[in-house]
């Protein structure tokens, strides 16, 4: 489905849910920053204190996978309806960003590293 969906039909979906539950006045930018936060940080929970092997468990449990997916889509809700009411345009703001990106980390000098671009 992720290929057949565009980024603007999901922003629709996510405006005709929140608009039938009477939610955009609560959903301002520091309101919803903070639900991307919140749920991001619902999803670091998950992996908290497990070591690669309890990781991949949790990966390759169907129950404990179902969890992570529950929470990367709050996650992404929350970037989407950010998005939405602020008439942010996530595919042209990914591109700015990845080329920022490879200027402060060329391929060159960063393959297989993951220090900071100040570290480097």
């Not at 670091?44 to 990781?55: I, T």
Request: proline share 2%; glycine share 2%; aromatic share 10%.
């Amino acid at each position: 489905m992720d290929k057949t969906i565009t980024i603007e039909e999901l922003k629709k979906l996510i405006q005709e849910f929140c608009e039938k539950r009477d939610w955009d006045q609560f959903h301002n930018p520091k309101d919803l920053a903070i639900g991307i936060s919140t749920e991001a940080n619902e999803l670091l929970d998950l992996f908290r204190f497990k070591n690669e092997d309890e990781m991949r468990v949790i990966m390759d449990t169907d129950s404990k996978k179902q969890l992570v997916k529950e929470e990367l889509a709050d996650v992404f809700f929350f970037v989407l309806r950010f998005a939405q009411m602020n008439k942010i345009d996530l595919h042209e703001a990914l591109i700015m960003k990845l080329d920022k990106n490879n200027k402060k980390y060329p391929a060159d000098k960063v393959k297989g590293n993951n220090k900071k671009y100040n570290e480097y």
